[in-house]
């Protein structure tokens, strides 16, 4: 049974003073701990030893004697053998005498399971606790069925290999680094057979992890991940905000499709099957008149959200977009958290969420001006899960 919303509250009570902000120390922590610099708060990451050195060393924070920030954005990495031992007893009590609130990002449900963050992570959240595990592909309740009961466009599903006669795209874990991706495009059966055998063969994919793996049509189109933000502490008709819009860099897709088309098909078997590990991120703008239709889908994801998962999203969020050649969108993956392409804006903003707040407001820095907000407001548990 997840973690009672309740019990998570009254671990506030536990915190005296201004609470300290902490993340997994991976994914986009760098934003979280840059935007809670910016707005006065102390900052805690949570590292795993031998990845350390990012925040330990290079952007570790430099006060003045009044605790102005001069240099880096870190005041403490947290060194853990392994990400996993954060849900040990010992280490939930440091953290909760460290007074630190927790902003989840991809790495926190990834080197810990669902259970645990949802059972085990006695820590309060900033964010949709148990909106987390929709974001498994692999489960039976996940965020397809939210947009389904949205009304929102997403890629048709097809329900056997067997079935697959155009275009998709075949979704699955890595076959030897279980936090990346696995996935690879075919047109047929065939086809089908023949990557996912020498993907097999290769170590890419896992035979067993097929039967599970999700097939969708692929929508031909550029990418835009749309990086929203809900405050529960405004107005409902002014609670959401798009904080910035980003576009991913793949590896080995990336470099594949930079090259003209018969230099792809001179390429081996190994080459010509693209990987899609995310290695980077760029910052985007959409056409202006495509923006009624982005805060359409993102108040119509809301409010469905706050239906079928009281209290609802909380803070920020990402809906996945490909805009195909009629300009029409298709959700292909939904973030229930803090994106993982906001590092783009750390510090500097982006045009959307700086048009809006007339400053830089990256969504490390939003995030952070919320939980400000509450303390402020006396209402630091409407945030917490």
Request: include cysteine; charged fraction near 25%; hydrophobic fraction near 40%.
């Amino acid at each position: 049974m997840a973690l009672d919303r309740k019990t998570a509250q009254k671990l506030l009570d536990m915190y005296p003073g201004v609470p300290t902000i902490g993340a997994v120390a991976s994914h986009s922590a760098l934003d979280i701990f840059d935007g809670a610099v910016a707005e006065g708060f102390r900052t805690f990451a949570l590292c795993q030893r031998g990845r350390e050195n990012t925040y330990a060393h290079y952007f570790q924070a430099t006060r003045d004697a009044v605790g102005n920030v001069l240099k880096g954005c870190v005041d403490e990495a947290h060194v853990l053998d392994k990400f996993s031992d954060l849900v040990k007893s010992d280490q939930l009590e440091r953290l909760r005498n460290e007074g630190l609130i927790l902003v989840p990002n991809r790495a926190l449900s990834s080197y810990l399971t669902i259970e645990e963050v949802e059972e085990k992570l006695m820590l309060p959240m900033v964010g949709s606790r148990e909106m987390l595990k929709l974001e498994e592909r692999t489960k039976d309740e996940n965020y397809t069925k939210l947009l389904e009961r949205a009304k929102l466009p997403y890629p048709p599903s097809i329900a056997e290999p067997k079935s697959i006669d155009g275009l998709c795209i075949v979704k699955l874990p890595h076959g030897q680094k279980p936090l990346e991706r696995g996935f690879f495009t075919c047109a047929s059966y065939e086809e089908y057979q023949k990557k996912s055998e020498a993907l097999v063969k290769k170590g890419t994919i896992q035979e067993s992890d097929l039967a599970n793996a999700k097939i969708e049509k692929y929508i031909l189109g550029p990418v835009f991940n749309l990086n929203f933000f809900f405050s529960p502490l405004s107005a409902r008709f002014e609670g959401l905000e798009l904080m910035g819009v980003d576009e991913r860099m793949e590896s080995s897709l990336d470099g594949l499709v930079r090259l003209p088309a018969d230099q792809q098909l001179s390429l081996g078997d190994e080459e010509r099957i693209p990987g899609y590990r995310v290695v980077g991120h760029a910052s985007i703008t959409l056409r202006e008149s495509l923006l009624e239709e982005v805060f359409r889908m993102g108040e119509k994801f809301v409010d469905t959200a706050r239906d079928m998962y009281p209290p609802g999203i909380i803070g920020p969020f990402c809906l996945q977009t490909v805009i195909d050649k009629d300009t029409k969108f298709s959700i292909f993956d939904v973030s229930l958290r803090i994106g993982g392409g906001t590092n783009i804006h750390m510090s500097l903003g982006h045009p959307y969420g700086n048009t809006l707040w007339r400053a830089p407001m990256s969504t490390g820095r939003r995030v952070a001006l919320e939980i400000r907000r509450a303390l402020d407001g006396g209402n630091l548990d409407e945030l917490v899960t």
